[in-house]
């Protein structure tokens, strides 16, 4: 079991910058797993797609289309702990981003794996 915490959502204009923070952790005692980590989204009506993921070391990094040059992810120095830095925001990057945890890079950036665990998500509205 994997508990996964987002923070940093809100509200910004056209043209701003956010920045999304996760961290993950054991709910049972394997406290030394690091998990591969990415970022989701998903509007009403849609499919949950990848924003971007980053394997357990920072050695492998992917991102959707839509989010190159704008999105940086990256891994903090806690163990576990990932941000998402968003520029140039859109209204069409308004949606509930989610972060995902798992223990092989290849899982985390499907979407559809068992093998993930998932935040409650965290709301993005960029307003026109």
């Known amino acids: 079991q994997v508990q996964v915490v987002e923070s940093g959502g809100g509200l910004v204009q056209t043209g701003g910058s956010l920045r999304l923070s996760c961290a993950a952790s054991?709910?049972?005692?394997?406290?030394?797993?690091?998990?591969?980590m990415g970022w989701y989204r998903q509007s009403p009506g849609t499919e949950r797609e990848l924003v971007a993921a980053?394997?357990?070391?920072?050695?492998?990094?992917t991102y959707a289309d839509s989010a190159k040059g704008r999105f940086t992810i990256s891994r903090g120095s806690a163990k576990n702990t990932v941000y998402l830095q968003m520029n140039s925001l859109k209204p069409e990057d308004t949606a509930t981003y989610y972060c995902?945890?798992?223990?092989?890079?290849?899982?985390?950036?499907?979407?559809?794996?068992?093998?993930?665990?998932w935040g409650q998500g965290t709301q993005v509205t960029v307003s026109s």
């Open positions: 995902a945890a798992g223990e092989k890079f290849a899982a985390v950036i499907t979407p559809l794996s068992r093998a993930n665990s």
């Open positions: 054991a709910t049972t005692p394997r406290t030394f797993t690091t998990y591969a």
């Open positions: 980053i394997s357990w070391d920072g050695g492998s990094v």
